[in-house]
């Protein structure tokens, strides 16, 4: 099956920065919405970026926004999340996943986790001193 891997995640001091990737299997992510989410223990999986595949429009929950940036290298067919500002709260694993439909849902984050199509394994972010 498509899936999205995530990867680049580990412990980082709170204030710190990481850079996130998410690499397709057997399909080419510029065709696609892409979205990033996050799951910290004992919590429910949260929509936290997403970017469409047509015009590159970026979305942010609100809790990131300002501190999180999503990006497109087509050339390398990578999608980035790049982090700055972590904070202890942001603790999660996180996951990336591709809609073939190619939009971010209006209705906002937690709409992200019914519309995606394709899913993979997540890495794991840790803020902490």
């Known amino acids: 099956r498509f899936s999205c891997r995530a990867s680049g995640g580990g412990l980082v001091q709170p204030g710190g920065s990481l850079r996130l990737s998410c690499a397709a299997s057997k399909f080419t992510l510029d065709y696609y919405a892409i979205g990033w989410f996050r799951q910290a223990p004992g919590k429910e999986r949260e929509g936290v970026s997403c970017?469409?595949?047509?015009?590159?429009?970026?979305y942010y929950a609100d809790s990131v926004k300002g501190r999180f940036t999503i990006s497109r290298d087509n050339a390398k067919n990578t999608v980035y999340l790049q982090m700055n500002s972590l904070k202890p709260e942001d603790t999660a694993v996180y996951y990336c996943?591709?809609?073939?439909?190619?939009?971010?849902?209006?209705?906002?984050?937690?709409?992200?986790?019914?519309?995606?199509?394709?899913w993979g394994k997540g890495t794991q972010v840790t803020v902490s001193s």
């Open positions: 996943a591709a809609d073939r439909v190619g939009y971010c849902s209006a209705y906002g984050p937690h709409q992200w986790n019914y519309d995606m199509d394709y």
């Open positions: 970017t469409t595949s047509n015009d590159g429009t970026t």
